[in-house]
């Protein structure tokens, strides 16, 4: 995203690269770890072309921009413990961060913090565990991204 521009930058609320965890915080703005001139700029707008010239359309190039911005953004979600509730959760430490994920992810920012900060227990009924009591029971949780949701305000292409 370092070739967005100031505008594209301020819609998807991006600061400096070094401030991503799934970065990696990385070395200077210019140059990589390894003392390689960083051509991040060249390769994002090569990506934008890539995505018209299979067909994107400029909608569709901002709604992928947006979903890499929120990733981006969920990397730096902060938990803490709340040692006074009686539940088996996290609280989120910046939920300034949180209502950034949800706006771009087009959820609310209470179903995405109950999604990320409670963890769901499954049991398995007697009639269940009899049946297969060797097969693990596993609890899928998925939020359901409708293209509706994605209504970008700024045109990325």
Same mark, same amino acid.
């Given at each position: *995203?370092?070739?967005?521009?100031?505008?594209? #930058?301020?819609?998807?609320?991006?600061?400096?690269?070094?401030q991503?965890?799934?970065?990696?915080?990385?070395?200077?703005?210019?140059? #990589?770890?390894?003392?390689? #001139?960083?051509?991040d700029?060249? !390769? +994002?707008?090569?990506?934008?072309?890539?995505l /018209?010239?299979?067909?994107?359309?400029? #909608?569709?190039?901002?709604?992928?921009?947006?979903?890499?911005?929120? %990733?981006?953004?969920?990397?730096?979600?902060? +938990?803490?413990?709340?040692?006074?509730?009686?539940?088996?959760?996290?609280? %989120?430490q910046?939920?300034?961060?949180?209502s %950034?994920?949800?706006?771009?992810?087009?959820?609310?920012?209470?179903?995405?913090?109950? *999604?990320?900060?409670?963890?769901? /227990?499954?049991?398995?009924?007697?009639?269940s565990?009899?049946?297969?009591?060797?097969?693990?029971?596993?609890?899928?949780?998925?939020? *359901?991204?409708?293209? !509706?949701? +994605?209504?970008?305000?700024?045109?990325?292409?």
């Amino acid at each position: *995203m370092a070739g967005a521009s100031a505008e594209e #930058r301020q819609h998807l609320h991006l600061a400096d690269k070094t401030q991503y965890r799934y970065l990696g915080h990385c070395a200077g703005a210019g140059t #990589r770890a390894n003392g390689v #001139r960083d051509d991040d700029a060249n !390769r +994002f707008e090569q990506l934008k072309m890539a995505l /018209k010239s299979v067909g994107l359309s400029k #909608r569709h190039v901002t709604q992928t921009c947006q979903l890499v911005a929120a %990733i981006l953004h969920l990397g730096n979600i902060k +938990f803490t413990i709340d040692r006074s509730r009686d539940v088996d959760a996290a609280v %989120i430490q910046n939920v300034d961060v949180l209502s %950034i994920v949800a706006k771009f992810l087009g959820v609310q920012p209470s179903a995405l913090e109950t *999604m990320l900060a409670y963890k769901t /227990k499954l049991v398995k009924s007697y009639h269940s565990f009899v049946q297969s009591s060797s097969a693990p029971m596993v609890l899928l949780t998925t939020v *359901m991204i409708s293209p !509706r949701h +994605f209504t970008p305000s700024l045109s990325l292409g």
